[in-house]
């Protein structure tokens, strides 16, 4: 089959079984009670969000994961090339990290799952073994490309240390990402339109597989999710989701690829960086709520227009990540 119609094929059988997934499963959840217990911190009007299923990326995960492993593994036997697969297997191993706090939360009926340090070093092991494993193979090397030039720079064991740094960080933005209906998923899927169109460039057939699966999977899976949301994703798709574009950025051995295409990502996680460090040592704080999306929130922004806008952002971003790199 031609990468084109292994790409369609991806797109619609992912979409599709994400979808059922969720009409047979959503009434389960909300039998079950697994639902999101809204923190108080947040905005007030989130209350009324309370009781709606989480941990839906166990859908878009599934349907992810079978057909990148379907359409893209024959062809990664065929090369050689199983940068893909790594990549799938450490995405995975995100999304049980996020699996095991969103049940956590669960079991415990509170929004408090694994703590912050608990987290971190579980995030810390995936990335160093994952950047471990690509160098090992050869997927990788220490040389930083500069967007808009031929230039790169040699940073030799230092890369191995930042790239554990950067992909613990990119992870944990988009998951900060995730707090309004739709908005870490069509994020996500503009920048996964994007690694697509760099995937036929490069006739890389397993990240074809790979990124037409992430597209339908997030299609599907905002059918559900657009506010008002029946059903959220959790720390078990945000992570995994997290792992797909660092992962993918990776794989084309340019990872500042994602500091400008996920820009928006990156901005969520500064945001609150800067919030924190202005009331520690000002007292005083920069936005009305962090992360930022919830700042725009309390200027009386809809949920519709957040995602719109910030999507959108993503895409112009995204043209200017491809303009840089190709």
């Not at 949920?303 to 990540?321: G, L, P, Q, S």
Request: charged share 10%; proline share 2%; with cysteine.
């Amino acid at each position: 089959m031609t990468a084109g119609i292994i790409f369609a094929l991806c797109i619609v059988l992912s979409l599709i079984l994400t979808i059922v997934l969720e009409k047979k499963f959503i009434p389960f959840l909300m039998r079950i009670k697994m639902g999101q217990v809204i923190l108080e911190i947040g905005p007030r009007w989130h209350k009324s969000k309370e009781g709606t299923p989480t941990m839906g990326g166990i859908f878009f995960i599934t349907s992810i994961t079978v057909f990148t492993l379907f359409f893209g593994s024959v062809h990664a036997y065929r090369t050689g090339n199983w940068s893909v697969i790594i990549t799938l297997v450490m995405m995975l191993l995100f999304g049980v990290i996020g699996f095991i706090d969103d049940y956590t939360k669960f079991v415990k009926k509170e929004n408090k799952g694994l703590t912050a340090v608990q987290k971190l070093i579980f995030q810390v092991a995936v990335s160093s073994l994952y950047i471990g494993v690509m160098a090992y193979f050869g997927y990788i090397d220490t040389a930083l490309k500069l967007p808009f030039t031929d230039t790169t720079i040699e940073l030799g064991f230092l890369y191995y240390v930042l790239s554990v740094i950067f992909i613990t960080f990119i992870v944990n933005s988009v998951n900060l990402t995730d707090g309004i209906d739709g908005l870490a998923g069509s994020v996500t899927l503009v920048i996964a339109v994007l690694f697509a169109l760099l995937a036929f460039l490069r006739r890389d057939m397993p990240l074809v597989a790979l990124t037409g699966s992430v597209i339908g999977g997030l299609i599907g899976f905002l059918y559900y999710n657009i506010n008002p949301a029946r059903i959220f994703m959790g720390d078990t798709g945000s992570l995994y989701l997290g792992g797909f574009v660092v992962g993918a950025a990776y794989i084309f051995n340019c990872p500042i690829l994602i500091f400008i295409s996920g820009l928006w990502y990156v901005i969520e996680s500064v945001s609150v960086m800067i919030q924190v460090a202005s009331f520690q040592f000002f007292g005083k704080r920069v936005f009305k709520m962090t992360p930022i999306h919830h700042h725009f929130e309390m200027m009386s922004w809809s949920e519709h227009k957040i995602v719109r806008t910030f999507a959108v952002f993503t895409a112009i971003m995204c043209i200017v990540a491809y303009f840089a790199f190709i």
